[in-house]
């Protein structure tokens, strides 16, 4: 007989709610068979993702079984509706019903679908009250920034593997430092400075992170740093412990995971424990909610998978990962070691993910996205600064400080665009000065070599720029249209004009900036013709630089454009208003903002 233990739709994490009263040979032979299984005495307990495998094992019909759909709890409900309801998309609200009904679940929608407020509205639903969110570095200050665009919240950014540097995102400013021109009060009030985010002392960590809704920490920082004896022996140094152990100690309900591929793959024997996921693993481990964000959840090859399944579910797909293996990825032994790089059992393996992971493909969710977005991803730049570039004041010293800060950004784009493409997308990314185009295209090319999902993709790339002859950046631009894997076509700003197409891309990144908003407007809407919809606009920015100042002068000189221009006509933006301003005024504009932040 089956019988459900547990009205929560799927379970705890790590729990198997449903029973099933068998024979003792059949569970034992039950349990050798399905990962995840566990005996029990009179039969077998089992989560849900289980029941299809079994019902084909058993010969009975799952609508017999307890209901799985199960009523969310939504003490949030106030806060869901006054921050997200009106302003989420229909397939959004969909997947905030997804993960608002699972303690574990994994968002697998594609890039620029706006996970990241779909997942805070999740949150808000369940009444989170301490959201743990570990991401890559290059994501911090955008989950920090998105926290504060849809919730008016702070968020506490965790930095060092020491543990003791912790900055609270300042929402008087919104990470800029600045209120109407004026250094933030808030942020030069607590440092003494203007930085964009609070900063606090080494006694104040343990209080800060108690009192914080949102924590954001990148995977790097839950690793304590190694070191080896004269013997070999490898340990923990006390100095640099990371932050794993203190987030443990933390009252967290709710973890998201963002990129969680990055969870894939296995520690060696001699570094068991060490690894990334084995300290999330650690920190996690009694937390009611795990929600996972990747596009990608599965690289090239299946057994990688155990990694990630093994986190978000709270290891419900069995412990080691050998059963894992010999089900799945045709585990065996073979004549040099442990074999697992087959694909075995995959509709069995789908029907288990279908239950707790949604990925729905890109061409349903695209023309659900508005026409244009744009999107700023914050950098920080660490010690470096280029805020007042030495040189005449015009705008070649304007230029000398955007190429400075154009090369701390090639390795946060490099790996935007590599998980993007590894989605199967086409993605567009314009640098100003050919030197920076050409080395970001090997660096993405670079990736292609050793990037599993890339190499399933098809991937290629296409660089161009003012020096490449023009019937072969027409050429270049064609390939990449009709390439029917995934694409990146690196190009210079102004090396593609407005007769060149590069339809087909679903996003655009601007790795550097310029202050001609004609140009980044036109560069903008290369990709961008009748047919195409959910165009994102990716602009990279080196937080405390005179990036700063050129993205709050230029953007909204190109929304002004844009409202003038209807951007489905093909002119030259350029000639329709005459040219934009003197070069030199502009940069003055931009010294002038640079000399009030000083």
């Known amino acids: 007989m089956l019988v459900g233990l547990n009205k929560f739709p799927l379970g705890k994490r790590g729990e198997r709610p449903l029973r099933l009263s068998i024979d003792y040979a059949t569970a034992r032979r039950l349990k050798e068979l399905v990962p995840g299984i566990q005996t029990t005495k009179g039969g ?39 921050f997200f309801a009106s302003k989420l998309r229909g397939y959004q609200k969909e997947m905030v019903q997804f993960l608002g009904l699972r303690s574990y679940a994994i968002n697998a929608d594609p890039m620029r679908s706006g996970k990241t407020p779909t997942t805070l509205a999740a949150a808000s639903l369940i009444g989170a009250r301490k ?11 955008v989950w920090a920034t998105e926290i504060q665009k849809w919730m008016g919240l702070p968020s506490t950014l965790l930095y060092g593997r020491a543990g003791d540097e912790a900055r609270t995102f300042c929402v008087q400013c919104v990470g800029s430092g600045r209120v109407d021109g004026k250094h933030c009060p808030g942020c030069k009030g607590k440092n003494g400075q203007s ?23 990148n995977y790097d920082l839950l690793i304590p740093q190694v070191q080896k004896d004269a013997a070999g022996k490898r340990s923990e140094r ?50 009611p909610r795990f929600w996972a964000l990747s596009g990608t959840p599965i690289y090239g090859r299946v057994a990688d998978l155990w990694a990630l399944l093994d986190v978000v ?60 977005t744009r999107q700023v991803v914050r950098l920080d730049g660490g010690k470096a600064s280029f805020a007042r570039p030495k ?61 599993p999902r890339l190499a399933s993709r098809n991937f290629r790339v296409w660089c161009v720029s003012g020096d490449t002859p023009v019937e072969a950046r027409f050429k270049q631009a064609q390939a990449f249209r009709e390439w029917t894997g995934a694409g990146c076509f690196v190009a210079t700003i102004d090396s593609v004009p407005v007769a060149i197409s590069l339809k087909g891309a679903q996003s655009v990144h601007f790795a550097d900036l310029t202050f001609d908003p004609a140009s980044l407007l036109q560069a903008e809407d290369r990709p ?71």
């Open 44 to 82: 077998i307990a089992f989560s849900w993702d289980m029941v299809p495998a079994l019902s084909a094992v058993f010969s009975f019909d799952p609508a017999t079984l307890p209901e799985d759909g199960g009523t969310m709890d939504v003490p949030g409900l106030e806060e869901y509706r006054e």
């Open 313 to 372: 579910t709270g290891g419900l797909f069995g412990r080691p990962f050998f059963d894992f293996d010999v089900r799945y990825a045709g585990g065996h032994k073979g004549e040099y070691g442990w074999v697992n790089d087959g694909r075995t059992n995959e509709e069995e393996l789908k029907s288990r993910l279908d239950v707790f992971m949604l990925k729905r493909d890109r061409s349903v969710i695209l023309p659900n996205l508005p026409r244009k």
């Open 195 to 217: 930085h964009g985010t609070i900063i606090h002392k080494p006694d104040e960590i343990d209080p800060v992170l108690r009192g914080a809704r949102f924590i954001i920490c």
């Open 528 to 598: 961008y013709e009748v047919g195409t919809s959910g165009l994102t606009i990716v602009y990279y920015m080196v937080e405390k630089t005179v990036d700063e100042h050129v993205v709050g002068l230029v953007l909204p000189k190109m929304e002004t454009l844009e409202s003038m221009v209807k951007e489905t006509a093909a002119g030259d933006f350029r000639a329709a208003f005459g040219g934009v301003s003197d070069p030199d005024a502009m940069a003055e504009e931009i010294w002038a903002r640079m000399e009030a932040a000083a």
């Open 391 to 451: 040189g005449k004041r015009t705008s070649g010293g304007i230029h000398a400080a955007l190429r400075a800060t154009a090369r701390l950004k090639e390795d946060a784009v490099v790996e935007s665009v590599a998980a993007e493409c590894g989605e199967g997308a086409k993605v567009v990314v314009f640098s100003y000065l050919r030197e920076n185009a050409e080395s970001l295209a090997k660096a993405i090319a670079a990736q292609g070599d050793k990037d």
């Open 238 to 287: 006390d100095d640099l412990p990371g932050w794993a152990s203190l987030l443990a100690r933390q009252d967290v309900d709710l973890v998201i995971a963002d990129e969680a591929h990055i969870l894939r793959g296995r520690s060696k024997r001699d570094r068991s424990g060490e690894s990334r996921r084995d300290k999330l693993v650690e920190v996690a481990k009694s937390v």
């Open 131 to 141: 959201v743990l969110i570990v991401c890559p570095s290059i994501a911090k200050l």
